[in-house]
């Protein structure tokens, strides 16, 4: 299958700064991306979804001024997180839609603790 | 009601075991349908892809879609303790988008 990688795989900072995680389909292109935010022993829940070339797609109640998205190239999306507060803390998770366009990969996730 | 329901367990089930795990669903235009398993502080690994109503099997594993009844089954054969972790059902109309189950912790005991 293809293969998604997250950049860093974990990471603390204090509350007020921001923090950047990147996205990257290693052996394909994705024209699209999507980010997901999930809490301990939940589901995964829909952020945003990032185009290439263009805006990207917020899902209802996610803050985009906060949670900022770039698709830079067709292989990286990068997700930063401005001004972090602690309840901002969670596992954040991306994905790539495979060749066929309707399965999905996802990256390793990125767990952010602020403190 | 939410639109696809999966049982969040846990379930518990001795090495060996035939495991099955299910979704339901009530969006009629899901066409594809994916089993993930993520274990702990993972990010989720796709199981198994179908599309539209059958069986498909690879491995130890058999997913079942039954649109009819709008019911989805991924069924484990001869269980191992590397098999415990969260099983997650999703699926979509072909929008990209994927509409996800809530997970099924399993547990298989040595």
């Known amino acids: 299958g293809a293969v998604v990688s997250q950049h860093p795989s974990r990471v603390i900072c204090k509350s007020g700064t921001s923090v950047k995680i990147e996205c990257r389909s290693l052996?394909?292109?994705?024209?699209?991306m999507f980010w997901y935010r999930q809490f301990p022993k939940k589901s995964l829940m829909l952020m945003a979804t990032s185009n290439e070339g263009s805006k990207a797609t917020y899902e209802q109640g996610v803050e985009k001024d906060k949670f900022l998205i770039n698709h830079a190239s067709l292989t990286l999306s990068t997700l930063t997180v401005t001004s972090a507060h602690p309840e901002d803390s969670s596992f954040y998770i991306c994905?790539?839609?495979?060749?066929?366009?309707?399965?999905?990969?996802f990256g390793p996730g990125t767990r952010l603790t602020v403190t | 009601q939410k639109e696809v329901e999966q049982d969040p367990g846990p379930l518990s089930v001795p090495e060996g075991a035939i495991v099955s795990l299910n979704c339901t669903y009530s969006n009629s235009a899901f066409q594809y349908f994916m089993w993930y398993r993520q274990y702990s502080r993972k990010g989720p690994e796709l199981l198994m892809y179908?599309?539209?109503?059958g069986n498909k099997e690879d491995g130890r594993f058999t997913a079942q879609v039954d649109k009819s009844s709008k019911y989805i089954s991924l069924f484990i054969r001869d269980s191992q303790p590397s098999d415990s972790a969260t099983y997650l059902c999703?699926?979509?109309?072909?929008?990209?988008?994927?509409?996800f189950g809530g997970g099924t912790r399993l547990m298989v005991k040595p």
């Open positions: 994905s790539a839609p495979g060749q066929g366009r309707n399965e999905q990969y």
């Open positions: 179908t599309y539209s109503s």
């Open positions: 052996d394909f292109q994705a024209t699209t």
């Open positions: 999703a699926m979509t109309n072909a929008g990209n988008m994927l509409t």
